[in-house]
């Protein structure tokens, strides 16, 4: 399985003994969990194994995800550290948005001057900061409409105008 999956969660504890999992989710919406039906298991050494959700419910900042043929505490417990991933063609994408592994990579450009590629997305605060790496050091763009103007996923560029006083 060469394609790249996406992780939505990720395993971090067990709950009861009838091995329910505690999953971190790695998604802005944790109620896509109750419609989840499939995932992957993205094993040690980049292998996935496909499993089924037999259920989903949200529980405190988390989600307790049962999976098919994980019946005991004990088959639980090995998947702690182990992420839970879709394929992209199965991921739900919100309207007018992007996945963070669309967004790193792209190309950064203020009219004809390239300013580097985006090489992170940081979600500390309210608006996500990209992190664009050019031949200096790495500087920052908010997420914003008014600096984004244009995303091409095809032609690998993000077009932005930079806020005055970035460089200063």
Do not use: W
């Amino acid at each position: 399985m060469s394609e790249k999956m996406i992780r939505v969660g990720k395993i971090i504890n067990c709950h009861g003994v009838k091995g329910e999992l505690v999953v971190l989710p790695l998604t802005d919406n944790i109620r896509r969990y109750k419609k989840l039906k499939s995932a992957l298991l993205e094993m040690p050494g980049g292998r996935y194994n496909e499993v089924t959700v037999t259920s989903a419910r949200e529980h405190k900042d988390n989600v307790l995800v049962t999976l098919e043929g994980i019946d005991d505490r004990n088959q639980a417990e090995r998947l702690k550290n182990v992420y839970l991933c879709v394929r992209p063609e199965d991921a739900v994408k919100p309207k007018d948005s992007y996945f963070i592994f669309e967004i790193i990579g792209l190309d950064v450009y203020e009219g004809d001057k390239c300013y580097g590629k985006v090489i992170n997305v940081l979600q500390n605060s309210s608006t996500d900061l990209y992190e664009v790496k050019g031949e200096g050091e790495s500087f920052y763009l908010p997420a914003l409409k008014s600096v984004v103007q244009n995303i091409s996923l095809e032609d690998g560029r993000m077009d932005v105008i930079i806020p005055d006083g970035l460089f200063d």
